[in-house]
């Protein structure tokens, strides 16, 4: 089975950091997506972590640890617009399995 | 033009008709997948197909079928609604080539009533 936790929600200050943890626990894994998604549209791809380590991508870093079964997403210098719901996945057999999802709450 | 494509964008039925739900790609991808969105639960997987000839369950596919036409389209059916499947349905594509990321269509909300 598939198991993928990550909190509920968030609030933040705009121009602040806001750090999103999710860990998992999954019979498979190939990679780990973290996409973003306003209300109501599509999921959009923010980032894929393989590897242990850090990918850095502008304002939006993701950290993978294989052996603890835990990524972050980082989002920093936070905009009005990064209000949204953020969501990891976990890659198993070219399958997908997300996790319920982070509504992030940015406020002025 | 998106490449990802669903139709319609909103349907509302009543329980026990059957209910079709189209999805197109112009992106070339032979993977193609369904999922339901409901609050608090996130994405799930229904029914995912890796080529034309390609038809595998997902986790929660009781209730639901699908015909993968061409490589382009892939269409979910609900033989006889009922109100729990109402939700907000997507497609998605996915590529080796491009990471296995998933590009999703916009969306279907979907109301049994």
């Known amino acids: 089975g598939q198991n993928i936790d990550q909190p509920t929600e968030m609030t933040a200050t705009e121009g602040a950091i806001v750090q999103i943890n999710c860990t998992y626990q999954t019979s498979g894994f190939n990679g780990l997506f973290w996409y973003q998604q306003h209300a109501g549209e599509a999921p959009t791809f923010l980032s894929y972590?393989?590897?242990?380590g850090l990918e850095e991508k502008g304002r939006f870093s993701s950290f993978l640890s294989r052996s603890k079964g835990y990524s972050y997403l980082l989002l920093k210098e936070l905009q009005m617009k990064d209000s949204a719901s953020y969501l990891c996945a976990v890659l198993n057999d070219y399958k997908l399995s997300f996790g319920a999802g982070t509504t992030v709450t940015v406020r002025a | 033009d998106a490449d990802v494509t669903q139709t319609p964008r909103n349907r509302i039925t009543k329980t026990g008709k059957r209910i079709m739900l189209e999805c197109s790609q112009t992106k070339g991808h032979d993977r193609m997948y369904w999922y339901r969105q409901d609050p608090g639960l996130g994405l799930r997987l229904i029914y995912y197909?890796?080529?034309?000839?390609?038809?595998n369950k997902g986790e929660i596919s009781d209730g639901y079928s699908v015909s993968r036409q061409a490589q382009a389209k892939f269409s979910l059916s609900l033989e006889s609604a009922i109100p729990n499947q109402t939700a907000l349905y997507f497609c998605?594509?996915?590529?080796?080539?491009?990471?296995?990321?998933?590009?999703f269509g916009p969306g279907t909300r979907l109301t049994v009533l």
């Open positions: 972590n393989v590897l242990d």
């Open positions: 998605a594509t996915s590529d080796p080539s491009e990471n296995l990321e998933q590009f």
């Open positions: 197909s890796f080529d034309v000839k390609d038809i």
